[in-house]
């Protein structure tokens, strides 16, 4: 399998682990007074753990590509799971910025 391609893979699923720290504290967030400091932590311990992966995947990838991968990897999943979780509304200006990441990903993989 190309080295490229299970960066780029690797390097979404750290994203989609970041966006699970994200919950974390969003959820904490929400929390009266500082109550929901044990999430919070448990968000931050995730965050930092994520850090020895990009090590890895950064021997494989430009920065400026990685840079747009995580990105629209975690605008992806952010959006997910804020509609579905924590019943956000997005609107169709929303969705067209998305789309217009994507198609800014696929034209970069294709430099990588």
């Known amino acids: 399998m190309n080295p490229i391609l299970v960066a780029f893979l690797i390097g979404i699923g750290l994203s989609i682990i970041t966006v ?3 919950a974390l504290i969003k959820h904490a967030s929400l929390q009266s007074a500082f109550s929901g400091w044990k999430t919070l932590v448990l968000g931050a311990i995730i965050y930092g753990m994520t850090a020895f992966g990009w090590f890895f995947v950064m021997r494989s990838v430009k920065l400026s590509t990685l840079g ?3 990105g629209v990897s975690c605008i992806i999943v952010l959006t997910l799971v804020g509609v579905f979780y924590f019943q ?3 609107n169709s200006l929303e969705i067209f910025g998305i789309t217009l990441a994507i198609i800014s990903l696929i034209i ?3 430099s990588a």
Do not use: T
């Open 20 to 22: 699970f720290a994200d």
């Open 68 to 70: 747009v991968l995580y």
């Open 88 to 90: 956000e509304k997005i």
């Open 108 to 110: 970069l993989s294709r």
